[in-house]
């Protein structure tokens, strides 16, 4: 059947694309497994990869340099393990970032030369030496990620991919404006400018602001980064985390410091995505915006909060009298399931209020991928029943929060058009999918396969 083409409102297309060139070491059940899989990828002048657990492994036991130097000598090698905060690297890759025995520790890190293992901070010691891929990379990344959103029936979506790499934000713009003049980037990208004050400055100057970059491709409102994140316990929170006391998480800006950039972009027409996870950063977010509209007087705007996971109940009124939108991730359940109840206790049912929100400011849904999957049904499934697909054994999160059929497909569809300021669906931007959607069970949904995707009504995806 055929539905319109999904839009997701906020993700990473340069960082999808990423994530898929690195080698998978996810499945791996020996260190064998993984100095085989590694040696298939020695064409390649640098090896990267991730996903590695030792918990997994026969042989219980972490990587290590001489593993790694098995599969090569001369290529450097680097590979994180599942968790993000440990690394293992070859020799060459130590040579290269001039790491030896007598090398000084960096403070809140450790490594260890003769294991090859590095933790924490001591990470960016080797994380400095890997170069800033170049235009063509930078161009394969973006195919790559292409591909993925067309067959996953994302035909267009709001994109922060500025602060990905070390590249300057004008090389991003060229990059996708080559690929989208040749006709070989499909998706339509409204991207979320993710840049710092003196370079947003810099944007402003020299015109950039909501400017169209190609008929598919053209500049959105400024996104800001105001917390971490519920599993890290970096998530700014008004009371402490139930599981550790007196730990409250960390805003990432003082409230003047967020003044600023939020009022230099109001000033200049341009809206803000805010990503807040917590509840305290979504009371400085919603303040701060209301600080910054009462000397603007911009009261037709499109400001929004990115996450707003653990946004309570009293602070939607406030939302709604700003006018302040909800770009949000059902799909994030799918793995915090099992830490909510954990982190914040008495607050577990006053929380991922997406459904209280859709009903009072504007909302739309999104993935946040590469950190959770592009896959919509996904998304959807999980929004209406509130159930994690990797633990399906855990039951609802809320059952007051579970959205019908038809506001999870609006959610994904005309509630996104404002966050890439579109005025209605492109009707000829639409997919075909194997099931009728509306005449199967929710469990089915996620199930659900795109067979083709039409954007502009080019066929630009076919399962066969
Ligand atoms: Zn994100």
């Not at 492109?426 to 039409?454: A, C, P």
């Amino acid at each position: 059947m055929r539905l319109p083409g999904f839009i997701d409102s906020h993700l990473h297309v340069l960082g999808i694309g990423y994530f898929e060139s690195i080698v998978d070491l996810s499945q791996c059940q020996s260190i064998e497994d993984l100095i085989n899989l590694l040696k298939k990828y020695t064409n390649r002048p640098m090896i990267i990869g991730r996903g590695w657990n030792q918990d997994q492994f026969s042989e219980k036991r972490m990587v290590s340099k001489n593993d790694l130097n098995e599969v090569s000598k001369d290529i450097p090698i680097m590979v994180t393990r599942v968790c993000g905060h440990v690394i293992a690297v070859n020799d060459k890759m130590l040579e290269l970032a001039n790491i030896h025995d007598k090398s000084k520790q960096i403070l809140g890190g450790h490594f260890d030369y003769e294991s090859g293992i590095f933790s924490e901070k001591a990470l960016s010691l080797i994380h400095r030496v890997i170069p800033k891929p170049n235009k063509e990379l930078l161009k394969e990344y973006f195919l790559l990620a292409d591909k993925i959103l067309i067959k996953n029936g994302i035909t267009a979506v709001a994109s922060d991919d500025f602060c990905v790499f070390e590249n300057s934000y004008e090389e991003i713009i060229e990059v996708l404006k080559e690929l989208y003049d040749q006709g070989l980037m499909k998706v339509k990208i409204t991207e979320q400018v993710n840049l710092p004050l003196d370079k947003l400055k810099d944007f402003i100057a020299k015109g950039y602001v909501r400017k169209q970059i190609h008929p598919k491709f053209k500049m959105g409102p400024l996104k800001i980064l105001a917390d971490g994140s519920l599993g890290g316990r970096t998530a700014a929170l008004l009371e402490d985390y139930s599981d550790s006391p007196n730990e409250k998480g960390i805003l990432t800006y003082t409230d003047e410091e967020l003044f600023d950039l939020i009022h230099l972009a109001d000033i200049h027409g341009m809206d803000t995505t805010i990503h807040a996870i917590g509840d305290l950063t979504t009371k400085q977010a919603i303040q701060t915006i209301a600080k910054s509209m009462k000397i603007s007087h911009r009261y037709e705007h499109a400001h929004a909060i990115i996450h707003a996971q653990l946004t309570r109940s009293h602070q939607i009124p406030l939302m709604e009298k700003y006018n302040i939108g909800a770009i949000v991730q059902p799909i994030f359940i799918n793995t915090d399931i099992k830490i909510i109840e954990d982190r914040l206790g008495y607050r577990t049912n006053d929380v991922y209020l997406f459904k209280s929100m859709y009903n009072k400011i504007r909302l739309g849904f999104s993935t946040d991928a590469p950190i959770e999957p592009v896959n919509p049904f996904y998304n959807i499934y999980t929004a209406m029943t509130y159930k994690s697909i990797k633990y399906p054994n855990e039951k609802s999160l809320n059952e007051n929060q579970c959205f019908t059929l038809k506001e999870a497909l609006d959610s994904y569809t005309v509630n996104n058009l404002d966050f890439i300021y579109q005025d209605q669906l492109d009707s000829n931007d639409y997919i075909l999918i194997d099931k009728d959607i509306y005449h199967i069970s929710t469990e089915e949904i996620k199930d659900i396969k795109v067979l083709k995707t039409f954007i502009d009504g080019e066929e630009v995806f076919s399962t066969n």
